[in-house]
């Protein structure tokens, strides 16, 4: 694995493929901590002051100490091999922002979904956008935050309505290792899904 150093501005002359990765999640899951912790250039941020015009319109049950929010879209880079870059383009979780996720993304190959356990209920509706919306493959990861409730693979499947092939992992979106490790998942199975797989006849 080959990394870029942090502020890097420019992509190294062996790059040959950049590949757009949308980074998606209900409110306040970790969207834009996870695309600063791996971002090799400065992340391009849409965030705001939250207002009282939120008030009674985000849900803000278990993020009392929210005081931003993402508006239009994170921006990030991350170089995962001498030939291979991540583009990352983070999408606003609130439901009057959903609008935004078709222009997003146009010409990802695939969606990192990131769900706080202690909102499920949010993380199934962005789910369940993100099907309408789009066919692309996703992987979802499991944000951890300090009061976080472990759940099995199979209560989550079940919770979030995910199929058997669906990947799930687990991530915390301040550390880049592990944050990396979730978006180098999604990038093994969107390539799995690509290459053709052998027939027996």
């Given at each position: 694995m080959v990394f870029a150093d942090s502020g890097e501005r420019y992509l190294p002359d062996t790059v040959q493929q950049a590949v757009k990765i949308l980074i998606l999640g209900d409110f306040g899951v970790g969207k834009t901590t996870l695309i600063g912790s791996v971002s090799e250039i400065?992340?391009?941020?849409?965030?705001?002051?939250?207002?009282q015009a939120?008030?009674?319109?985000?849900?803000?049950d278990g993020l009392q100490h929210k005081t931003t929010t993402t508006v239009a879209m994170d921006f990030g880079r991350i170089t995962?091999?001498?030939?291979?870059?991540?583009?990352?383009?983070?999408?606003p979780g609130q439901q009057r922002f959903w609008n935004l996720?078709?222009?997003?993304?146009?010409?990802?190959?695939?969606?990192?979904?990131?769900?706080?356990?202690?909102?499920?209920?949010?993380?199934?509706?962005?789910?369940?956008q993100l099907e309408l919306?789009?066919?692309m493959p996703f992987a979802v990861a499991v944000n951890h935050f300090p009061d976080t409730y472990a759940h099995s693979e199979q209560e989550?499947?079940?919770a979030l309505d995910l199929l058997?092939?669906?990947?799930?992992?687990?991530?915390d979106a301040r550390d880049r290792a592990s944050s990396l490790d979730a978006l180098i998942t999604l990038v093994a199975y969107v390539s799995h899904l690509l290459v053709p797989q052998e027939t027996t006849s």
């Open positions: 400065e992340p391009l941020r849409t965030e705001e002051t939250m207002t939120s008030v009674g319109v985000d849900d803000l995962i091999s001498p030939r291979t870059a991540l583009y990352l383009f983070g999408a996720w078709a222009g997003l993304s146009k010409g990802a190959v695939g969606a990192l979904v990131l769900i706080d356990t202690r909102r499920l209920e949010g993380s199934f509706d962005v789910l369940n919306q789009t066919d989550l499947r079940e058997p092939h669906t990947p799930i992992v687990n991530c």
